[in-house]
């Protein structure tokens, strides 16, 4: 939910077991449990292990230049990388996102930045492949279990016909698109 909310946030009044400090630059992934609040710098991903109520803060001076996956989390500092927050976000007013934001529950702050999307989502999201063309296509069917020929099938439905828009199923480049004579239901290519 965005907006303001009569209850009461799991980040707020959170217990601090790791502190990275305000001068302190820490290169490479962080994981953690419980609590974590970061005045300093991390290079690389934060990540909450195995337990459901853990809690980030990135304060006004913090910054986080990777992907953050914590169940609870308040931001009011800057973060270059996706955010997912499976359980509750608070952005607050000085919070600098760039990058995607998957969340369950959140609360934004006027002010508070988001330069990304921004997901509501009761689950982990999925990961789509990138198109690379047909190969791509080819590639991902046969990890699916399809035909190569059913994909050949598919491709040949997508070419242009000689009037330039794509061909029915069955149909080429250079047939006419007309299926014998007065509906008999024969194809014959020319």
Known sequence: ??????????TSGAKVDTLIGH??????DVHFSGGLHIDGVVKGNVYA?????????VSERGRVEGELRVPNLLINGYVAGDVYAL???????????????Y???????????VNGKLVRTDQEPQRFLEHHGREAATDASAEAGADAADVEHAADALRPTESGRPGAPGQTAGSTGHHGAAGTGTHRES
């Open 49 to 57: 292990d195995g337990d459901a109520e853990s809690v980030a803060i």
């Open 23 to 28: 001068q302190t630059e820490i290169m490479g």
């Open 87 to 101: 359980e509750r976000l608070d952005l607050a007013k000085n919070a600098r996102v760039r990058g995607d934001v």
């Open 103 to 113: 969340y369950h529950t959140m609360e934004m702050a006027g002010g508070a930045e």
């Open 1 to 10: 939910m965005m907006g303001n909310s009569s209850k009461k946030s799991k």
